[in-house]
């Protein structure tokens, strides 16, 4: 999970990189530079647990780290979605800039189609407001991570891979 997080720093800080808002890129490395740090203490004490044995208080702290860094991610992909629909300057050559533009590009294109065929199929009351009921929800990074298969994660992406994971092998 550690270094899940560390992948979602990366992805966080390529998208600030690149946001054309400033608020959302601001937020984005703020976000982003949180879970580094809950991501870096949920390590430290993945090491401390595994020295000192099992405990009741060393199992609970362990948990704790791990929803907090869970509540991170979730941060930072909400604030990516936001620096997606802002827009996004132009990658550069570097193949983890490009993974990363092209993943946000797949999710935005979702959310634009999601959008159309709701406007076109809306059910709307007497009063003319859109019903919910029924509805889907619109797809979010989230999501889309989520739909990939748990097999295809760990497979590099690129040729010829660097050492390590880039930006988007485990999709987050």
Do not use: Y
Request: aromatic share 2%; charged share 25%; with cysteine.
């Amino acid at each position: 999970m550690v270094s899940d997080g560390q992948v979602v720093v990366k992805f966080g800080n390529i998208l600030a990189k690149h946001c054309l808002d400033q608020r959302c890129s601001t937020e984005l490395l703020r976000a982003a530079e949180h879970t580094q740090s809950i991501s870096s203490q949920l390590g430290i004490v993945t090491r401390v647990k595994a020295v000192t044995g099992e405990s009741k208080a060393s199992s609970e702290l362990l948990l704790n780290n791990v929803q907090n860094l869970i509540q991170a991610v979730q941060h930072v992909l909400r604030a990516a979605e936001a620096a997606c629909v802002k827009g996004l300057g132009q990658p550069s050559a570097d193949p983890e800039e490009e993974e990363v533009a092209a993943f946000c590009q797949q999710w935005r294109k979702n959310l634009t189609h999601h959008r159309a065929k709701e406007a076109l199929n809306s059910d709307r009351d007497k009063l003319g407001l859109r019903k919910t009921r029924g509805a889907k929800a619109e797809p979010t990074l989230m999501s889309l991570v989520q739909e990939q298969p748990p097999q295809s994660r760990n497979i590099p992406k690129h040729p010829n891979p660097r050492k390590g994971h880039t930006v988007m092998d485990k999709h987050l």
